[in-house]
């Protein structure tokens, strides 16, 4: 069984730094591309920033230039880096990750998705 478990989010003033983790566990064979998406109140989810196996990167335009999403494959963690905060950003912050898993030498691929945490920047 895979779990993807996000860790930091919070309450920071507009302008300061948060930094949100994400890591995932169990029968884990590799992980493809791994993303951020979030979902301000009211609003549809939309995708802040992405980055592949290989490391190449994408960032939604709000966001490019202060977010940085970086990943660690040795510990199955993908991290953003928030810089520069606006109340705009303010919203639920989702994981994604795209995990392969092995099962009778077949592999399966499949996102999976964290359980979200509560970034707020006060206007």
């Known amino acids: 069984q895979v779990q993807v478990v996000e860790s930091g989010g919070g309450l920071v003033q507009a302008g300061g730094s948060l930094g949100l983790s994400c890591a995932a566990s169990g029968s884990i064979f590799s992980i493809n591309r791994m993303g951020w998406y979030r979902q301000a109140p009211g609003k549809q989810r939309e995708l802040v920033a992405h980055?592949?196996?290989?490391?190449?990167?994408n960032y939604a335009v709000s966001v490019k230039d202060r977010f940085t999403i970086s990943r660690d494959n040795a510990k199955n963690t993908v991290t953003l880096q928030m810089n520069s905060l606006k109340s705009e950003d303010t919203g639920v912050y989702y994981c994604?990750?795209?995990?392969?898993?092995?099962?009778?030498?077949?592999?399966?691929?499949?996102?999976?998705w964290g359980q979200g945490t509560q970034v707020t920047v006060p206007s």
């Open positions: 994604v990750e795209n995990i392969v898993t092995l099962r009778g030498g077949i592999q399966y691929s499949r996102d999976y």
């Open positions: 980055i592949t196996s290989g490391g190449s990167t």
